[in-house]
């Protein structure tokens, strides 16, 4: 897109997560505008998930690397019931059961994050 003088450059993509536990429901889809990266993914219980215990556990790769060195992180919820998904920059990716029921079989948590990147990819 341009106009008057400014250019915008869009990117967008498909990453990979491969999970230790849960499940994947859908894999990173990310968006790219500059240095600022829009990403969304998502993942389920495979069993009964306790507040407080992982839903999902494991790595992402191919998306577009934070340039933080604490990680993002995105909130979203299943029902009333709040969960938590991460993303370290090098990749290693957890979604957490923070609300205060036990989620079950096949509930989602999909994380939608948005962060800075360096332009490098993980």
């Keep these: 897109i341009s106009a008057d003088n400014i250019t915008m450059n869009m990117q967008r993509g498909t990453g990979k997560i491969t999970l230790t536990t849960g499940a994947v429901e859908y894999q990173p889809r990310w ?3 500059g240095n600022i990266v829009q990403m969304e993914v998502g993942t389920k219980c495979t069993e009964k998930v ?3 215990a992982n839903i999902a556990v494991g790595k992402i790769t191919k998306v577009p690397k934070p340039i933080t060195k604490s990680g993002v992180r995105a909130v979203s919820y299943y029902g009333n019931n709040a969960n938590i998904s991460y993303m370290s ?3 290693t990716f957890y979604a957490r059961n923070a609300g205060a029921d036990a989620l079950g079989n096949g509930n989602d948590c999909i994380g939608g994050f948005t962060y800075i990147t360096d332009g490098t990819m993980l």
């Design 31 to 33: 968006w790219r505008c």
């Design 50 to 52: 306790a507040s407080g």
């Design 89 to 91: 920059p090098d990749g």
